[in-house]
């Protein structure tokens, strides 16, 4: 661990400084607005036509997300970096280093926000709200007196909560004038829980002692692999049923994609137990070759069931007993 004595030594030069301001902005994580796609992808096969303006406000909207997160990332690295230090890690952070200018790293913060939301109301304003609202979780995740993620199982929920968020950006990329329906996006928010919880339990295992990991984040104070597994279950099951509501009530076809879903987390599920596994850093996940061929064909299946209508299917499932509706 680097103390604070020898962080002070250290002068960087206006290179290193540079380097650092950029890294903190984690762009390589840009790889989680693939989260996005979803927002974008079901909307267009309700409407079977592509919007106006659909590629101008896809470069836009992708580029307003990412310049978001990147604010939110700065604010992250900068407030994080005393804990970063005890991390075996992330001690090798830019920040945790001593290399970041703080106060320009708090303008960069505000920045980045700034030109991120004026580029999304070029967008639309409900596009530009739910920008807001993705940076605002970012303040209430990181900065006290909030700092949700010292809090057991608040951490989780409120990380999260960015899954539908990013559902709902690209949604209003595409089709503004549509409700998002409410069982997708809290699905999505059961699913993103449901990574975030095996992250957490992976990190856990990798500590190897709770007082370490308490040292480094105070929800490890309170989380055990039990129940931290046990919540994992619950994500899971809870993401799953309501992605079933969603597909009694919209698109009956998806339940051919189950199958692929299950297997899919099942085999994200089992990495959370390798040691250093991608499951810490999900921008890394793309080098789990099994887990990536299962995520290709599972969307290519989702895309087809989404796009093909498979008449035979809703008379498979038409009630076979009489089913009684409210006057």
């Known amino acids: 661990m680097v103390s604070s004595?020898?962080?002070?030594?250290?002068?960087?030069?206006w290179k290193q400084?540079?380097?650092?301001?950029?890294?903190?902005?984690?762009?390589?994580?840009?790889?989680?607005?693939?989260?996005?796609?979803?927002?974008?992808?079901?909307?267009?096969?309700?409407?079977?036509?592509?919007?106006?303006?659909?590629?101008r406000n896809l470069a836009l909207g992708f580029?307003?997300?990412?310049?978001?997160?990147?604010?939110?990332?700065?604010?992250n690295e900068v407030l994080d970096a005393p804990f970063d230090r005890l991390h075996p890690i992330k001690k090798d952070r830019p920040a945790a280093r001593g290399l970041v200018s703080i106060p320009a790293a708090y303008v960069q913060w505000i920045a980045m926000m700034l030109v991120g939301v004026a580029i999304a109301w070029q967008i639309s304003a409900k596009f530009a709200a739910v920008e807001v609202v993705l940076w605002l979780m970012g303040c209430v995740y990181n900065i006290r007196p909030f700092r949700t993620k010292d809090t057991v199982y608040l951490d989780v929920l409120t990380?999260?909560?960015?899954?539908?968020?990013?559902?709902?950006?690209?949604?209003?990329?595409?089709?503004?004038?549509?409700?998002?329906?409410?069982?997708?996006?809290?699905?999505?928010?059961?699913?993103?829980?449901?990574?975030?919880?095996?992250?957490?339990?992976s990190e856990l295992r990798e500590f190897g002692s709770r007082v370490v990991a308490g040292s480094y984040r105070e929800s490890f104070k309170h989380y055990t692999e039990q129940s931290l597994l046990q919540s994992v279950v619950f994500y899971a099951s809870f993401a799953m049923l309501l992605f079933g509501a969603f597909i009694i009530r919209y698109r009956m076809e998806l339940i051919l994609s189950f199958p692929f879903v299950a297997l899919t987390m099942c085999t994200y599920f089992n990495l959370a137990f390798v040691p250093q596994s991608s499951v810490q850093n999900p921008e890394k996940l793309y080098r789990e070759s099994l887990l990536m061929i299962e995520v290709?064909?599972?969307?290519?299946?989702?895309?087809?069931?989404?796009f093909v209508d498979i008449p035979w299917l809703a008379t498979v499932f038409t009630p076979s007993v009489p089913v009684h509706t409210a006057p």
Not at 29 to 47: A, E, R, T, Y
Request: glycine letters at 2%; proline letters at 8%; aromatic letters at 8%.
């Open 5 to 13: 004595e020898a962080l002070a030594c250290i002068i960087p030069t």
């Open 63 to 75: 580029l307003a997300t990412t310049l978001v997160a990147c604010s939110n990332y700065v604010i």
């Open 296 to 306: 290709t064909l599972c969307v290519a299946v989702i895309l087809v069931l989404l």
């Open 159 to 201: 990380e999260s909560i960015n899954n539908p968020l990013r559902m709902l950006l690209g949604w209003y990329m595409v089709a503004p004038q549509l409700v998002p329906p409410v069982s997708l996006l809290c699905c999505y928010w059961m699913f993103g829980c449901y990574l975030m919880a095996l992250k957490r339990f």
């Open 17 to 55: 400084r540079l380097s650092a301001h950029l890294k903190i902005a984690r762009l390589d994580h840009s790889i989680k607005n693939i989260f996005v796609v979803p927002g974008i992808i079901v909307p267009l096969s309700l409407l079977r036509s592509s919007p106006p303006n659909l590629w």
